[in-house]
């Protein structure tokens, strides 16, 4: 039995929560940085975004990160991407050097320009140096509203340390959930954090009135996107064609459950983007990676026309009409490079 530590009870810590728990295998703790979330769930044993789905009796609910940390087998961060580095630096004192870490929100820090597995070690390590981890990250096409309902479902536990990779994989794979290793951490969190933003141009395409050969198109083109500026990282080609890449940029890109599918499709259809966002009402986290999807870009010199579009029209003024005739009018070119 492995002791598992929930850092974020929002609607993807919740349901692999309760995918552990109901296992009968693992003893979870699960701690949100707010205390009324605690108290809400503990009183109803259920969680307002996940209708229906009881919360077991034997998850331990806490107000104290450290009880959530201490003599944990692995910690698993579930926070949104911009409460990473604010949450690791809560738990940094009671994480143990050694510890198994896995990550499973997905988003690039803006500035930093760090994965999330990274800025879980950098604010580790400034808080208490010398620490070190064994980092995963844990992804894939998933949804927190299939798993909470036992819809099997694929993931993939990615580390440079193979052993912690596996010890993930061992603790995760129950019930509806089955998990793969991957050495190609990066790779992973890259597609991760990019597949939001083309999820966020599909839905805008719908928006608009655009059927399934627009979408095709979109996720097609974005996928490349997405692999050329992993390869030029450094990442390998073989993850953009599995379940973090491709896997995860289609249920991003079509899914009714997708945030970020719904907010493009209200911009598409003429929602001011703040509003949008309002009215999914939780975290569009391909708007938080837009700026670091952009540097990127830009810093590696590469033309990702699907990405500066949904920029252009984010954070830039432009309407998803004048991208669409952008998109459709660049030169003629080959689709597997440049020739």
């Not at 450290?66 to 004192?93: C, G, H, I, M, Q």
């Not at 959930?177 to 990066?186: A, E, G, H, M």
Request: charged share 20%; proline share 4%.
């Amino acid at each position: 039995m492995a002791k598992v530590g929930v850092l974020g009870t929002g609607t993807w810590g919740m349901a692999l929560s309760r995918v552990l728990a109901d296992s009968g295998e693992h003893e979870v703790t699960c701690w949100s940085a707010l205390p009324q979330e605690i108290d809400y769930f503990i009183a109803t044993k259920r969680h307002p975004n996940l209708p229906g789905v009881p919360i077991p009796d034997s998850i331990h609910f806490t107000k104290d990160v450290e009880e959530a940390v201490t003599d944990k087998d692995v910690v698993l961060f579930a926070v949104p991407s911009v409460f990473v580095r604010s949450t690791a630096n809560k738990a940094a004192p009671y994480i143990r050097d050694g510890q198994i870490v896995a990550d499973c929100a997905k988003g690039i820090e803006e500035g930093s320009m760090m994965f999330l597995t990274e800025v879980i070690a950098d604010e580790v390590g400034k808080v208490c140096p010398g620490k070190k981890l064994r980092l995963v990250a844990l992804s894939g096409p998933s949804h927190a509203e299939e798993v909470a309902v036992d819809i099997p479902t694929d993931l993939v536990s990615a580390s440079a340390d193979m052993e912690a990779a596996k010890a993930v994989q061992n603790v995760f794979m129950v019930g509806c959930l089955r998990v793969y290793t991957n050495s190609d951490i990066k790779g992973v969190e890259m597609c991760g954090a990019l597949k939001n933003v083309i999820a966020l141009a599909v839905g805008a395409s719908r928006g608009m009135g655009y059927g399934d050969n627009t979408s095709a198109a979109l996720i097609t083109r974005g996928m490349a996107e997405i692999s050329s500026l992993g390869v030029a990282i450094g990442c390998d080609h073989q993850t953009f064609n599995g379940l973090a890449g491709i896997g995860d940029l289609i249920v991003t890109a079509t899914s009714e459950h997708s945030r970020n599918n719904r907010c493009g499709e209200m911009v598409g259809k003429g929602i001011p983007v703040k509003k949008a966002i309002e009215k999914v009402g939780m975290v569009v986290e391909g708007i938080n990676c837009l700026p670091a999807a952009v540097e990127l870009m830009e810093r590696y010199n590469l033309d990702l026309p699907i990405i500066k579009a949904v920029d252009n029209v984010v954070n830039r003024g432009e309407t998803p009409a004048s991208m669409a005739t952008y998109l459709m009018g660049r030169d003629k070119s080959h689709e597997f490079g440049n020739s």
